[in-house]
């Protein structure tokens, strides 16, 4: 099966799809028509500039590394965004699918689930795409960003995290409180700050989202919401994974069919898929899992599995 997919959409740049154009007409409309949805697109206006005028305070929070509080203020305005979005009529296509999700996977981290609720928003707000465009809540943002009054500066936050996605990295130590994180196929090498706390070992594989620097004064990037250590295979089974995986995809460079698995998989539900039947244990600042994602024997909790139970 080969996936037919509008590669030239990649997680590096979003040009503006149908439902984007759908909002800013909506909200072009909204001086005037006073229907609920539109009630709520001014409401989400002023909504966004009141949030984004915290961010002068960001770095002052106590306790919170100072890329990761620019994150945090940044997502929490899209998750705050998000809720009026979706009672907007164009965004019935995402509600259906992040419902269908969140009833699947139950998303509150172990032990109800191993999708915790930081990778399931990340995914429902960023990778959960639909159309031919790949349409996201996140680039719906983006494309409101004039209508809605956001700043470009904090924009610029907020396509960070659009562009964001997970990967497959290697542990390399440890530099004072940074973890050192290279990823496997794309070489990119990332020292760390993790939230969640955990630090792990040397030679740990890490599935994980990473966040680049926010800004130029920022050295450091930044690990989204706990990490999920795969305990097994090895380096080269995955290779292999991901060698039969982006030959599906009608993608000719072979580091953005990578960008493009990593982001939004081979379905909607690829990632989240994954990591539900792949769980091994937790430990509480990381999740442990085991198996690849197209080799159902190897995954603990799979289907396959199951029925020979």
Known sequence: MVVDVDYRRSVRSFS???????????????????VRSLDAARTGRDLARRLQGNLSHIRAVPGLDPAFAIYAAAQNTVSTLCDVLTSMPEMAPFVRLIGAAEEKYMPQGPPTSPL??????????????VGTELETIGTCVLDLGDAIGIHETFRSIIRL????????????????????????VSERQCFCVVPAGYRGVTGQLWLTRVLPPPAPAFSQYVVYGTPYVVTRPGF??????????????????????????????????????????????????????????????????????????
């Open 161 to 184: 995290l659009q562009q964001s996605r997970l990967g497959l990295f290697v542990h390399e130590g440890l530099d004072d409180s940074r973890v050192n994180l290279r990823e496997l």
């Open 236 to 309: 080269e089974e995955w290779k292999n994974y991901f060698n039969r995986s982006v030959s599906k995809l009608a993608i000719p460079d072979e580091h953005l069919a990578y960008e493009h698995l990593m982001k939004f998989g081979l379905s909607a539900d690829h990632w989240n898929e994954y990591i539900f039947e792949a769980y091994l244990s937790h430990v509480p600042k990381a999740i442990f899992l085991a198996g690849l994602p197209d080799v159902a024997e190897s995954r603990p909790h799979s289907r396959v599995n199951a029925r020979h139970d």
């Open 116 to 129: 915790t609720l930081s990778q399931f928003t990340a995914w429902a707000l960023y990778d959960a795409a």
């Open 16 to 34: 503006m799809g149908p439902i984007g154009r759908a909002l800013i007409d909506s909200f072009a409309k909204s001086a005037t028509a006073p």
